[in-house]
């Protein structure tokens, strides 16, 4: 691995980890800040946007992606594209592209990592085109993951970090958030100023939300965007079934999450009337979240309990509640990858249980399959997003070089 990305790895760590804490976030607007989405006209859904084909590219603007604090050494842009949400309505999001300045000095094209960030949020401000125009100075958690996008960049591969949950942040939205991602890299080759050709090979990266993403993203891609030459899946911290992992924040001081979770599914599917389910401090609790980025939600509702916001003990639990998560979970989700997955998962994460992960990828390999599953005993669900970064990185570098990797499959079905 080259040193620069042992650096970044290195920067990523302390950075992601001061970001980590229960600080709340509060964006700047002022003088010389950059605007939040919902108040930058360049995001606005156009009118017209059903004329465009999926993925096809609406608009465009040359960024300065800064990395934390510094300028990456890229070209980068922001690029307004056509999606469709979870119900099949055309709208559409912002993708940031970002191209080494250095020439690709590889074999073939240059290849395309499509990173999806732990978006968690519903806000513009917890997205990542915010993080990478705003920086770490402005935008807090929204741009903790820049050194890992940074790690491929330093491989020489170009990025696209998609703002997956769209225009309304619908955070959980399982159909749009994978149909984002892959309009997200079908915008990412149009993109004449890029020059990334048709054929250019693809790897899909994210780790804990990321990874909720990515995953739906990789089984909704051979049906739904099937002329993407896709050779590689990397998926850390895997998020599998909702429900698991928000049993896994209940009650924990991480629980404040479940309120501003909420708003995704109230946001994307009305037609739930999740609301019935909420007691009047539920409903209070939630709005109060609404806004909110997960370390926001974190510190304004610390061990966050169930029983605090439902309607009636068990609400939860109800049959609409149930479906609802699961239809919207990787393992809800039809589908099959049609590139070798890796994943990498602490044995004692607390926050997205690897029990559930493993019924996921017995899944995909007895769909024939190749897995790689590498798992940590040192490190918890934080300090995994970076201790288990190198490998990713190592993964998908081998893939794009034509190498076979490594499968785990016969010791995952015997479990």
Not at 184 to 190: I, K, M, Q
Not at 307 to 319: L, T
Not at 343 to 349: C, P, V
Request: hydrophobic share 45%; with cysteine.
């Amino acid at each position: 691995m080259k040193r620069s990305t042992t650096v970044l790895a290195a920067l990523a760590l302390a950075v992601t980890t001061a970001l980590a804490g229960p600080a709340l976030t509060t964006p700047a607007t002022g003088a010389g800040g950059v605007p939040v989405p919902e108040d930058d006209p360049f995001y606005a859904v156009p009118a017209d946007v059903a004329t465009y084909a999926d993925g096809a590219v609406i608009s465009s603007r040359r960024i300065t992606a800064l990395a934390y604090v510094v300028p990456a050494p890229t070209d980068a842009w922001q690029i307004l594209y056509k999606t469709r949400d979870s119900h099949g309505t055309p709208t559409a999001t912002v993708t940031t592209l970002m191209v080494p300045k250095a020439a690709w000095t590889g074999t073939g094209a240059r290849p395309l990592v499509s990173y999806q960030t732990a978006e968690d949020g519903v806000a513009g401000r917890c997205a990542p085109s915010y993080g990478l125009r705003a920086g770490a100075l402005q935008a807090g958690a929204a741009s903790a993951e820049v050194g890992l996008m940074m790690m491929a960049i330093a491989n020489g591969w170009a990025v696209s970090a998609p703002d997956y949950e769209g225009p309304e942040s619908q955070f959980l939205a399982g159909r749009l958030e994978g149909q984002a991602v892959l309009d997200g890299v079908r915008a990412s080759l149009a993109f004449t100023e890029a020059r990334l050709p048709a054929s250019t090979p693809v790897g899909l990266w994210g780790y804990s939300g990321g990874s909720f993403a990515a995953s739906i993203a990789a089984q909704l891609e051979p049906s739904y965007a099937p002329e993407i030459n896709l050779q590689a899946v990397a998926l850390g911290g895997f998020v599998s079934e909702i429900r698991d992992t928000i049993d896994k924040f209940n009650g924990t001081v991480y629980g404040g999450a479940i309120a501003m979770g909420v708003n995704g599914p109230l946001r994307a599917f009305p037609e739930y009337d999740l609301g019935q389910y909420l007691s009047a401090e539920g409903k209070q609790k939630v709005a109060a979240a609404s806004g909110d980025c997960i370390a926001d939600a974190v510190a304004r509702y610390p061990f966050l309990d169930y029983a605090d916001i439902e309607a009636y003990p068990g609400a939860m639990n109800a049959p609409a509640v149930v479906e609802l998560l699961h239809s919207n979970s990787p393992s809800g989700i039809p589908g099959t990858p049609s590139a070798p997955v890796y994943e990498y998962h602490a044995m004692f994460d607390q926050l997205a249980p690897i029990a559930t992960a493993r019924k996921q990828l017995r899944r995909y390999c007895n769909d024939g399959v190749v897995v790689q599953q590498v798992v940590d005993y040192l490190t918890e669900h934080i300090s995994q997003t970076i201790a288990g970064a190198p490998g990713a990185v190592a993964f998908l570098g081998a893939r794009f070089a034509g190498k076979a990797p490594k499968n785990s499959c016969s010791a995952l079905v015997r479990e």
